[in-house]
């Protein structure tokens, strides 16, 4: 597939960590047993310099499943996005939700391969540069998305609510949110922010999924497999993006403001599907609550 000329938005940083979980991806997509289809994955992959020369297929890793990044890691990311792809799928079959929000969309192309309703609308929040080098992949594979699909190309430390608006985002109809691999990155007031805006954003029936990192010291897991062969294999140390401050009891916040909320580890859903990964010592993962929350209707 030929080099992606406008590849520049996911080739350092925060950006980069959106190939790592595409790679991922299309590693679960090729598995026999995978538990998330991502036909785009593998063309994100191919398409940037910094992620040409990794595996798209587990074969294609020396000592597969025993690697902790492709291995590992990368189940994890297969487990994430089926979890996800189910919570969006359901928040808007079993209700009015047609507006879905995805904050820090990256190389997610849940627009084009999930089975939407007729009349949703996808809106994906994310950096200009990393939107630009997304529809340059899909539009090279002439890809056609199964909803309406609405870029929005804002960072969040911007005014995004404004942008959001003047996309068409209705705030008096059910929206259904997701901030998927995101709230590592933010300093906890944005975090807040998101939450609370979320929240005066959302009418009754609407619907929230996010993920979060409990550990009161990320450091502690400096020398976890997970991110020594992160940064050994791809050199992405993903503890130098991370924001290391305490985190907010975001899910309580919600509690508290009349939401239902639910909080689960990843190994729950592992047990689950019975694949993904389960607990081990010095683990990374330890930390990672999945949170799920919907609003009543008044």
Do not use: C
Request: hydrophobic share 45%; glycine share 8%; charged share 20%.
């Amino acid at each position: 597939m030929p080099r992606n000329t406008g590849a520049e938005g996911v080739e350092g940083g925060v950006g980069v960590t959106a190939l790592l979980v595409a790679a991922a991806r299309a590693i679960e997509t090729h598995r026999d047993d995978a538990l998330a289809r991502d036909v785009y994955a593998e063309h994100f992959v191919l398409a940037a310099p910094a992620s040409a020369g990794w595996p798209v297929r587990i074969h294609q890793v020396e000592d597969g499943d025993a690697n902790p990044l492709w291995g590992r890691f990368a189940r994890y990311f297969g487990l994430r996005t089926r979890v996800l792809d189910d919570f969006l799928l359901r928040a808007v079959h079993t209700s009015s939700a047609r507006q879905v929000v995805l904050f820090g969309a990256g190389l997610d192309s849940r627009a084009f391969r999930l089975a939407w309703p007729a009349g949703t609308v996808v809106f994906e929040i994310d950096r200009a540069g990393v939107l630009a080098f997304k529809h340059e992949v899909l539009d090279g594979l002439s890809a056609a998305p199964s909803a309406a699909r609405v870029p929005i190309p804002v960072d969040l430390r911007a005014d995004w609510v404004a942008a959001l608006a003047d996309a068409g985002f209705d705030p008096a109809a059910p929206s259904v949110w997701l901030a998927e691999g995101l709230m590592f990155y933010l300093p906890p007031a944005a975090e807040t922010y998101l939450i609370d805006t979320v929240d005066r954003l959302s009418t009754g029936g609407s619907a929230l999924a996010f993920e979060v990192k409990l550990e009161k010291d990320l450091l502690a897991y400096r020398d976890s497999p997970l991110y020594t062969s992160t940064a050994d294999q791809i050199g992405i140390d993903l503890l130098t993006l991370f924001d290391l401050e305490p985190r907010p009891d975001s899910a309580g916040d919600l509690t508290g403001k009349g939401w239902s909320t639910a909080v689960h580890t990843p190994f729950d859903f592992t047990r689950h599907h019975g694949r993904g990964p389960l607990p081990e010592q010095n683990d990374a993962l330890a930390g990672n609550r999945w949170v799920f929350a919907t609003k009543p209707r008044a």
